[in-house]
């Protein structure tokens, strides 16, 4: 997983022209910390896809810019555009994540 420090890593890997999976975080999220640690396990599973963790708190602009009010929340962005987005009040688990992403992978692998 990719993790961005600065704004100007952020802006370069949000104009690749490949699929990304946003994953908006915050380290003292305790819905995050769930999700952490099978997060390797989603990313092997969904390897068509590149995936981007940005803490919202260091990037609170971006998290506004992309209307982003809950966290974790994953979106999947293509050429820079939204194509998906997941976002619940409740626990995500590992199972609903891969289910969300299949519909992208699927569509890469189509193509």
Do not use: H
Not at 38 to 53: G, K, R, S, W
């Amino acid at each position: 997983m990719i993790s961005p420090k600065t704004s100007e890593e952020l802006t370069e890997l949000l104009n690749r022209q490949d699929r990304l999976v946003l994953f908006f975080t915050a380290d003292w999220c305790p819905d995050c910390q769930f999700i952490y640690p099978v997060m390797p396990d989603i990313e092997a599973e969904n390897e068509q896809l590149t995936f981007v963790a940005i803490n919202r708190d260091d990037f609170m602009e971006v998290a506004q810019e992309w209307n982003v009010f809950g966290i974790p929340s994953f979106i999947v962005i293509e050429q820079g555009q939204e194509v998906g987005r997941f976002v619940s009040k409740l626990r995500k688990t590992k199972a609903e994540i891969n289910q969300f992403l299949a519909e992208y992978n699927k569509a890469e692998k189509d193509q």
